[in-house]
């Protein structure tokens, strides 16, 4: 609006006369420019420490055209204790029998630690499109115990898995701008990689013999599908401070070599930090997640034997709270790294049991953007 139509308004409004109305603009001029000029789109800051999600968000952030950033990231995940629905299990019934209250499996894991070292490649084909590759390496094991519904003892044991998961492949996009915030959407697909036959020897031979059988499903490698996983995140920054929110989901696609398919998953995430300096900042994370049951079943795989076989022991959902800090390197020789960590533990969780409930999960991760 210029300085004539300004005042023959506010004339009207206010019965004011034109040259006072006149005077008043030129008092307030200055504000309306520094206005415009907040509200204007400016780029998202990246030499600052908040200016990527907490470690334990991915796909959150762009590259500029022909940058590329690689990166390692490891978590570390404890489960522990049983629980159906929001209720804790003990071990005892769920390798009781049914006539009994129990649930009639036949063994009862105890606790599950899984380690996942994960490489992450990522190059900006121009600055509003960038490419990702992820690959994960992944070390497990469970503990459980064999009761053989008679007057023996129950039998403990220990399972390991490892090996190379499901590799990922993604393209990021600018899906738009806000005067403090950019939005980046995903679209990547996970190609079936990891093994889903693994096998350790367990006590379920004659007297407690050792035989090998594959393992349960939760200590596989890979889902075995192709799977879509699309992510839509917003993220903003203000002096001092910035906020985020990411909704993310992974679909499969069909059913894979052993007649089944992993349930469905969607998480909703958002995040607040507090830059301290521009080299280091503090977060704090609530993550909502929610997952299926499996389809269909692998022959292999007893599902009377054990929760982690059943395949209708498989979903729930889970809501988390997590503590994170970023550091990062504007200058010196380190220029263009970042260190990361963040905790997460679950205040809440609803699952299809009897299921492990998990207690804890460590993120930590490197990055390097050249």
């Avoid at 204790?81 to 105890?110: E, F, I, W």
């Avoid at 090996?163 to 600018?174: C, I, P, R, S």
């Avoid at 093994?195 to 490698?221: C, F, N, W």
């Amino acid at each position: 609006m210029d300085a004539l139509t300004w005042d023959n308004a506010c004339s009207a409004i206010t019965n004011m006369p034109k040259q006072a109305c006149y005077m008043r603009f030129r008092s307030i001029t200055p504000l309306l420019l520094l206005c415009q000029a907040a509200l204007a789109d400016a780029p998202t800051q990246t030499a600052r420490a908040d200016a990527h999600a907490p470690i334990g968000v991915m796909a959150d952030h762009l590259h500029h055209g022909d940058e590329w950033m690689v990166g390692y990231r490891f978590m570390r995940n404890y489960q522990d204790a049983l629980r159906d629905g929001t209720n804790h299990v003990s071990k005892q019934r769920a390798y009781s029998r049914l006539s009994s209250g129990g649930y009639g499996y036949h063994n009862a894991p105890t606790r599950m630690a899984m380690n996942m070292h994960m490489l992450e490649a990522m190059y900006g084909w121009s600055d509003r499109v960038t490419l990702m590759l992820m690959a994960n390496y992944m070390d497990m094991n469970m503990d459980a115990e064999l009761h053989p519904h008679g007057p023996a003892a129950p039998v403990p044991y220990r399972m390991d898995s490892s090996g190379w998961g499901d590799v990922e492949l993604a393209a990021l996009f600018d899906a738009g701008r806000t005067a403090h915030g950019r939005w980046v959407g995903k679209l990547g697909l996970s190609l079936p990689t990891g093994s889903i036959t693994k096998k350790d020897d367990m006590p379920h031979g004659v007297l407690g013999a050792l035989v090998p059988m594959r393992m349960e499903y939760t200590m596989q490698l890979g889902s075995g599908t192709y799977d879509l996983r699309p992510a839509m995140t917003y993220s903003e920054q203000r002096d001092g401070w910035s906020w985020g929110a990411q909704a993310s989901a992974v679909l499969r696609l069909g059913e894979n070599r052993q007649d089944y398919r992993l349930g469905h998953r969607g998480e909703l995430t958002a995040w607040a930090a507090r830059l301290w300096t521009p080299a280091a900042s503090t977060s704090l994370r609530l993550v909502g997640s929610r997952w299926g049951n499996i389809h269909g079943r692998d022959d292999a795989i007893d599902p009377d034997m054990s929760p982690a076989a059943d395949p209708d022991a498989q979903g729930g959902e889970r809501v988390e709270v997590g503590l994170g800090a970023n550091l990062y390197a504007p200058s010196g020789a380190l220029k263009g790294q970042r260190l990361a960590l963040e905790f997460l533990t679950p205040v809440y969780q609803d699952l299809d049991g009897p299921q492990l409930a998990n207690e804890w999960t460590l993120n930590v991760g490197w990055q390097f953007a050249f």
